[in-house]
Nanobody, 115 residues
Framework: QVQLVESGGGLAQPGGSLRLSCAAS????????MGWYRQVPGKQRELVAR???????YYVDFVKGRFTISRDNAKNTVALYMDNLAPEDTAVYYC?????????WGQGTQVTVSS
């Protein structure tokens, strides 16, 4: 069955860094675009970064220059490197995989940025 398992969340200080990782299985990973989304209570889930199957990368404006997404098709993993974290980055971060009308989601990992 399809699985997306996130890891690497936790507590970071403002200005600090965290690395999230997502291990995928159960679908042809290299054919899917992979993304990271985040959600805070009471708000809609929002896209953070996305890397297409061909490698093209998209970042939303509020993470440009701070976050880096990468994928390893040999290991079926996608990572999100988060630098210069701010309290506003506090959220549950979700890994996603999409191809056409099919989207899979991970269970989410909490990221808290606080001093």
């Amino acid at each position: 069955q399809v699985q997306l398992v996130e890891s690497g969340g936790g507590l970071a200080q403002p200005g600090g860094s965290l690395r999230l990782s997502c291990a995928a299985s159960g679908f042809p990973f290299s054919a899917y675009a992979m993304g990271w989304y985040r959600q805070v209570p009471g708000k809609q889930r929002e896209l953070v970064a996305r890397i297409a199957s061909g490698g093209r990368i998209y970042y939303v404006d509020f993470v440009k220059g701070r976050f880096t997404i990468s994928r390893d098709n040999a290991k079926n993993t996608v990572a999100l490197y988060m630098d210069n974290l701010a309290p506003e980055d506090t959220a549950v971060y979700y890994c996603s995989a999409d191809a056409g009308s099919v989207t899979y989601w991970g269970q989410g990992t909490q990221v808290t940025v606080s001093s």
